[in-house]
């Protein structure tokens, strides 16, 4: 099992900027690769960041993001602390969702299936 406590999430104006944290715990060296998630009300689940967490893949490290924060945000992993960030910058007010980090299995090589979720961390940007 795997469990990851998301922090980090608030309250900001537009143009503003936040760090989300996702701390692993468990058993992290069977994931594959972690995201960050988001969900606003009424909407669906939407991927905004993936990173390969897994160091014996070639493309460890690799990172992949939705079009609607491609050059806002960055997800980061820090493998000696087991933690992932996501930098979200220029915020947004259609940024404002619950932002959900999320572990895959070693056995989800494109990382397309999540079997760990965190909590959630509310994230809401004003205009």
């Known amino acids: 099992q795997v469990q990851l406590v998301e922090s980090g999430g608030g309250s900001v104006q537009a143009g503003g900027s936040l760090r989300l944290s996702c701390a692993a715990s468990?058993?992290?060296?069977?994931?594959?690769?972690m995201a960050w998630f988001r969900q606003a009300p009424g909407k669906e689940r939407e991927r905004v960041a993936t990173i390969y967490t897994n160091l014996d893949r070639k493309d460890y490290g690799t990172t992949y993001y939705a079009d609607s924060v491609k050059g806002r945000f960055t997800i980061t992993h820090d493998n000696a602390k087991n933690t992932v960030y996501l930098q979200m910058n220029s915020l947004k007010p259609e940024d404002t969702a619950m932002y959900y980090c999320?572990?895959?299995?070693?056995?989800?090589?494109?990382?397309?299936?999540?079997?760990?979720w965190g909590q959630g961390t509310q994230v809401t940007v004003s205009s």
């Open positions: 999320a572990a895959a299995p070693l056995s989800s090589f494109y990382c397309d299936r999540y079997n760990y």
């Open positions: 468990g058993y992290t060296w069977g994931t594959n690769c």
